[in-house]
């Protein structure tokens, strides 16, 4: 499937806002957390490890949904349904991972560098609103 | 289950913010959006329409998850696991609609009355973040 992001919403992708990432639970419950992210161009991409439970649930169900609001007009919002095309590993430094330290304006040590990852999802529907 | 409110995390509820609600589809996917809320006390409170995707997701899957962000702090959010456990028809008027309307300082016609109804949503786990 093609799909364009909406240029009208392009700034929230393109802005250090916060996404609400909503996943399945293996017994096919929704989840949400509140996640930093970054727009490659074409995929979102976020950190998460490998031993935390919305991980298993990208293995169990990769479709995902994520919603980002403009702080400046919570009317005005991109919604995102997606997929996790794939997982990396962070490399030992976590780089990706202090990257988007840099990206929201934080700095602080990685200890779990070791189980860091990086999902990368790619966007199948951009619905914007307001 | 019984769950108790985070009274660090009261004030989210208890304020006009937005929350971001996560759905199953009927394809299993989730799906998320931004919605108005009321906390009743012990139950989340939203209206809907009959006709909409939304609607028609919860008849299949009542399980449903939502997060609100402490604007003034996004680090520090509320997230909410529940189950839709009784839709009411609104009234003639769409008071409750009306009541949010006033919650959220707006004012403005509801031409689908007839179809709004009032999703009561039935917390089954809090997660206090930041």
Same mark, same amino acid.
């Given at each position: 499937?093609?799909?364009?992001?909406?240029?009208?919403?392009?700034?929230?992708?393109?802005?250090?806002?916060?996404?609400?990432?909503?996943?399945?639970?293996?017994?096919?419950?929704?989840?949400?957390?509140?996640?930093?992210?970054?727009?490659?161009?074409?995929?979102?991409?976020?950190?998460?490890?490998?031993?935390?439970?919305?991980?298993? =649930?990208?293995?169990?169900?990769?479709?995902?949904?994520?919603?980002?609001?403009?702080?400046? =007009?919570?009317?005005?919002?991109?919604?995102?349904?997606?997929?996790?095309?794939?997982?990396?590993?962070?490399?030992?430094?976590?780089?990706?991972?202090?990257?988007?330290?840099?990206?929201?304006?934080?700095?602080?040590?990685?200890?779990?560098?070791?189980?860091?990852?990086?999902?990368?999802?790619?966007?199948?529907?951009?619905?914007?609103?307001?």
């Amino acid at each position: 499937m093609s799909v364009e992001v909406p240029q009208s919403h392009l700034d929230l992708l393109e802005r250090p806002l916060f996404a609400h990432l909503a996943t399945v639970r293996p017994d096919g419950s929704p989840q949400t957390q509140v996640m930093w992210f970054r727009w490659s161009g074409d995929r979102v991409q976020m950190t998460h490890t490998k031993t935390r439970q919305k991980y298993r =649930n990208f293995q169990k169900e990769p479709r995902l949904a994520l919603s980002i609001a403009d702080p400046d =007009n919570p009317y005005r919002f991109l919604e995102i349904r997606g997929v996790v095309e794939r997982i990396d590993d962070d490399d030992a430094q976590a780089s990706f991972y202090q990257g988007l330290q840099e990206r929201y304006g934080k700095s602080y040590p990685i200890p779990d560098a070791a189980v860091r990852v990086i999902l990368n999802i790619r966007p199948e529907k951009f619905v914007a609103h307001g």
